[in-house]
């Protein structure tokens, strides 16, 4: 079955950066756009970033040239390095991907960004 797994969130202080991490299993990584989504309190689920399975990326305009989604498809893996993070950027982040018609979602990380 399809499984994700999402870890590196935690506190970090405005201005500072950190590095998710997502391990996918159960499907075919490597031919399938991989998305971070983030949910804050009270919020919809938006889109952070996606990379498609050739590698083109995209972004939410809120995010752009802050952080950079790859993937490593030996590893089953994506990454979405974040820096320079705003207070705004707090929230729960999720790894998804679109797979059988369906949405699968990891169980998501916790970034604060605080003083």
């Known amino acids: 079955q399809v499984q994700l797994v999402e870890s590196g969130g935690g506190l970090v202080q405005p201005g500072g950066s950190l590095r998710l991490s997502c391990a996918a299993s159960?499907?075919?990584?490597?031919?399938?756009?991989m998305a971070w989504y983030r949910q804050a309190p009270g919020k919809q689920r938006d889109l952070v970033a996606a990379?498609?399975?050739?590698?083109?990326?995209n972004y939410a305009d809120s995010v752009k040239g802050r952080f950079t989604i790859s993937r490593d498809n030996a590893k089953n893996t994506v990454n979405l390095q974040m820096n320079s993070l705003k207070p705004e950027d707090t929230a729960v982040y999720y790894c998804?991907?679109?797979?059988?018609?369906?949405?699968?979602w990891g169980q998501g990380t916790q970034v604060t960004v605080s003083s």
């Open positions: 998804s991907v679109n797979y059988a018609t369906r949405n699968y």
């Open positions: 159960g499907f075919g990584f490597s031919w399938y756009t």
């Open positions: 990379v498609t399975d050739r590698g083109s990326t």
